[in-house]
């Protein structure tokens, strides 16, 4: 294979332990040796790539580093019978961006298990306006239609409403016809999620209990929570009987200080979600869903796209909780 210069976000440890960020030209030979190539078309910016790209050491170890957890492109070369060249692909989560070169490289190499082909019904840019993020929200949304919960059994609380995982939340489950509350710390935000077809639009301190006690009035058929702490408390204790909550983040805080009356009482059930090892054919059903009857008709609405020059202030704007919706990342034309 031909040693090919590419552009990527670099990231690297100083001698003194300071970390910098720019944008520098790779090799194919600095790419692991795994099975397929992949020319990332597109990819997105999460929060975990965000911590990756200022040397949080709880997600990526070893520097320089290129992060980018998601990205859909077309496969280069393959040495697996299970892909081909000019195959488009998606592929997110694993150690993609955070133990190997990841999306805010214009290449990647990958095992090919980890690869899923991209459904018909999704564009390579559509489906990194979704990313880890959507993937996540869908796990989310799964989880609840799965549980047996219907649109017409109660209201569907969600929290880190404008976020990436918030917002693509609302809009599947409004899709669904389930009758949504969102929580936000943006009350200038309330005209996009009544777009992203939120019902109801409460703000954080609405959303957190402070009164000490162990249940409270039952208000919502299922939850999807994306920050912790207080609120998802807050939340587990206003489930209705039979009902669910999701867990997917810990933005406010890791902590959750409740007590086990929701659970023995009301018969809540509290769901994790880990969209980093879902297994490949579980993948398969959620990126097919979100091509077919999951997918929503506002979704470009949710789209900031930039290019790698923009990516290193998106950076800083995401780590200040200054973006809303998705931010795609365009790597080729």
């Given at each position: 294979?031909?040693?090919?210069?590419?552009?990527?976000?670099?990231?690297?440890?100083?001698?003194?332990?300071?970390?910098?960020?720019?944008?520098?030209?790779?090799?194919?030979?600095?790419?692991?040796?795994?099975?397929?190539?992949?020319?990332?078309?597109?990819?997105?910016?999460?929060?975990?790539?965000?911590?990756?790209?200022?040397?949080?050491?709880?997600?990526?170890r070893r520097f320089p580093h290129t992060p980018g957890i998601?990205?859909?492109?077309?496969?280069?070369?393959?040495?697996?019978?299970?892909?081909?060249?000019?195959?488009?692909?998606?592929?997110?989560?694993?150690?993609?961006?955070?133990?190997?070169?990841?999306?805010?490289?214009?290449?990647?190499?990958?095992?090919?298990?980890?690869?899923?082909?991209?459904?018909?019904?999704?564009?390579?840019?559509?489906?990194?306006?979704?990313?880890?993020?959507?993937?996540?929200?869908?796990?989310?949304?799964?989880?609840?239609?799965?549980?047996?919960?219907?649109?017409?059994?109660?209201?569907?609380?969600?929290?880190?409403?404008?976020?990436?995982?918030?917002?693509?939340?609302?809009?599947?489950l409004s899709h669904l016809g389930y009758e949504v509350t969102?929580?936000?710390?943006?009350?200038?935000?309330?005209?996009?999620?009544?777009?992203?077809?939120?019902?109801?639009?409460?703000?954080?301190?609405?959303?957190?209990?402070?009164?000490?006690?162990?249940?409270?009035?039952?208000?919502w058929a299922g939850v999807i929570d994306t920050v912790g702490?207080?609120?998802?408390?807050?939340?587990?204790?206003?489930?209705?009987?039979?009902?669910?909550?999701?867990?997917?983040?810990?933005?406010?805080?890791?902590?959750?200080?409740?007590?086990?009356?929701?659970?023995?009482?009301?018969?809540?059930?509290?769901?994790?979600?880990?969209?980093?090892?879902?297994?490949?054919?579980?993948?398969?059903?959620?990126?097919?869903?979100?091509?077919?009857?999951?997918?929503?008709?506002?979704?470009?609405?949710?789209?900031?796209?930039?290019?790698?020059?923009?990516?290193?202030?998106?950076?800083?704007?995401?780590?200040?909780?200054?973006?809303?919706?998705?931010?795609?990342?365009?790597?080729?034309?």
């Amino acid at each position: 294979m031909t040693d090919i210069q590419f552009q990527a976000l670099v990231v690297s440890e100083t001698p003194d332990n300071v970390f910098k960020r720019e944008i520098a030209k790779r090799s194919f030979s600095d790419l692991p040796d795994f099975d397929v190539l992949i020319a990332v078309h597109f990819s997105s910016l999460n929060y975990k790539d965000a911590l990756s790209a200022t040397g949080n050491k709880a997600v990526t170890r070893r520097f320089p580093h290129t992060p980018g957890i998601d990205v859909a492109g077309i496969v280069t070369e393959s040495r697996s019978e299970d892909f081909r060249s000019g195959d488009k692909v998606i592929v997110t989560s694993y150690d993609l961006g955070t133990k190997i070169p990841g999306g805010f490289g214009q290449y990647i190499k990958v095992p090919a298990a980890w690869i899923v082909r991209l459904p018909e019904g999704l564009t390579l840019f559509e489906s990194m306006i979704f990313g880890t993020a959507g993937f996540t929200a869908a796990q989310s949304v799964w989880k609840i239609v799965e549980h047996g919960v219907k649109p017409e059994d109660g209201k569907i609380l969600v929290s880190g409403a404008t976020g990436g995982v918030g917002s693509i939340s609302v809009s599947i489950l409004s899709h669904l016809g389930y009758e949504v509350t969102a929580i936000t710390g943006k009350p200038h935000e309330q005209p996009l999620l009544e777009k992203l077809g939120a019902k109801n639009i409460i703000s954080r301190k609405e959303a957190t209990d402070t009164t000490g006690r162990l249940l409270l009035r039952e208000k919502w058929a299922g939850v999807i929570d994306t920050v912790g702490g207080d609120i998802l408390a807050t939340a587990i204790k206003s489930t209705r009987y039979g009902g669910i909550v999701t867990c997917c983040g810990n933005v406010a805080s890791p902590d959750l200080i409740t007590s086990v009356y929701p659970f023995i009482l009301r018969g809540v059930t509290l769901s994790g979600i880990d969209s980093a090892n879902c297994p490949l054919p579980v993948r398969r059903t959620i990126w097919s869903k979100l091509a077919t009857d999951w997918k929503i008709d506002n979704l470009e609405m949710l789209a900031n796209v930039i290019n790698l020059d923009q990516l290193n202030s998106e950076i800083d704007k995401i780590l200040e909780g200054k973006v809303k919706g998705r931010t795609v990342v365009q790597l080729h034309p």
